[in-house]
């Protein structure tokens, strides 16, 4: 069973950054996909970021990103990194890293259990 586990969330001032790491407990293969979500209270889940765990990564970024959040992997600890920029209070809520084994797959075949990021104004 492939376990996500998610870290570096916390509390954290606007304008400030943070950097979340989602370590996948087995390489993933290299058709997979490990991508960040995030859902604040009341809101449902939205994409945040992703990449393919291809020789020649792929990254995607979804609308809260805005060009202030940047992805990056390490290969051998099998972690993707979310770096988050000039943070808002929007930006709360909890992060969630996925990774489904086909980077075209729809659904995700496994899921982490959250890193909850505040950000005070």
């Known amino acids: 069973q492939v376990q996500l586990v998610e870290s570096g969330g916390g509390l954290v001032q606007a304008g400030d950054s943070l950097t979340l790491s989602c370590v996948v407990s087995?390489?993933?293969?290299?058709?997979?996909?490990v991508d960040w979500f995030r859902q604040a209270p009341g809101k449902a889940r939205e994409f945040v970021a992703g990449l393919t765990w291809s020789q020649n990564s792929v990254e995607n970024y979804g609308d809260p990103s805005q060009e202030r959040f940047t992805l990056s992997r390490n290969i051998i600890k099998n972690t993707v990194y979310l770096q988050m920029n000039r943070l808002k209070p929007e930006d709360t809520a909890v992060y969630y890293c996925?990774?489904?084994?086909?980077?075209?797959?729809?659904?995700?075949?496994?899921w982490g259990q959250g890193t909850q990021v505040t950000v005070s104004a």
């Open positions: 087995e390489p993933p293969s290299t058709t997979s996909a």
């Open positions: 996925a990774l489904k084994t086909f980077w075209y797959a729809r659904d995700y075949d496994y």
